[in-house]
């Protein structure tokens, strides 16, 4: 819920994100009985986004999905915000010549955003795809950014954290994690060990610029019944050279920097 004083327009995208995240078009009747607002405000919100086409409505269902201007502003922060531009010749010569899983994702609110992913060349049925927002604590991608937060981002990046229990490997609570989280940074890598999905296992290594701080996390995924982790982590050399390339890659993309620069001189 947004936070008291933060206003009307925190409060309109907190309606807009509990649209997207049905998943499916949902009508008002389901909005209203998970809405911490009254029936008026919260018909007053969706009339508003409707109206700003970030929402639609069908009539014929009564129902609300994302709207048209939504996808245009995704597509926008795609290629600007995102490393999926940058990084995609690098994802494509590892997803061929691993012939595995290959995720790549930013750390967005606390969460993991999957940015973009490429299939095996057998592919594996999995929650992750380009877009879906999955949990930090759990993942291989979300702990190999985590282990590299300076603490103040980290402590809050933890407080941002469900800790639900999604198998019996999954890290429950802060202290644990940690832990994991210090071997992770001494070796350089991360492992998801069926903590996230059973069956499910992945090596990951942060993106980071030259001065530590992490861009982002590009992982190989596959399953316990094709391999192991012993076996995926001799993979670490070839994906530790992808990460480092996207790296290099993302410092030398000017152009986050000049927009800031011409923001700040307007």
């Known amino acids: 819920m947004a936070a008291a004083g933060e206003g009307t327009v925190a409060k309109a995208l907190e309606v807009l994100d509990r649209v997207a995240g049905y998943g499916r078009p949902v009508k008002f009747s389901e909005l209203l009985d998970d809405s911490p607002y009254p029936k008026a405000t919260l018909y007053r919100f969706l009339q508003t986004l409707t109206g700003q086409r970030m929402l639609s409505y069908d009539p014929d269902r009564g129902t609300y999905a994302p709207g048209m201007r939504l ?7 795609w290629q600007q915000s995102s490393l999926a531009p940058i990084a995609r010749p690098h994802l494509d010569t590892l997803s061929e010549r691993l012939g595995e899983t290959v995720h790549l994702a930013q750390l967005d609110n606390g969460q993991v955003l999957y940015v973009d992913k490429r299939n095996a060349r057998t592919p594996v049925q999995m929650y992750s795809q380009a877009g879906k927002v999955g949990p930090a604590y759990c993942t291989g991608v979300g702990k190999a950014m985590l282990a590299f937060l300076p603490e103040e981002q980290l402590a809050d990046a933890l407080e941002q954290q469900s800790w639900r229990r999604f198998t019996d490997k999954t890290f429950t609570d802060p202290a644990s994690l940690r832990g994991e989280l210090l071997r992770i940074r001494a070796r350089g890598h991360s492992f998801d060990d069926e903590e996230h999905e059973p069956g499910i ?33 001799q993979l670490a050399p070839a994906l530790n050279e992808t990460a480092q390339a996207i790296g290099r890659d993302a410092e030398d993309w000017a152009f986050p920097e000049t927009q800031t620069r011409a923001f700040k001189g307007a």
């Open 71 to 77: 996808v245009r502003l995704a597509h926008a922060a």
């Open 201 to 233: 296992i992945c090596i990951a290594l942060p993106i980071l610029t030259s001065s530590g701080r992490p861009l982002g996390a590009l992982s190989i995924t596959s399953t316990t019944s094709r391999t192991s982790l012993a076996e995926m982590e």
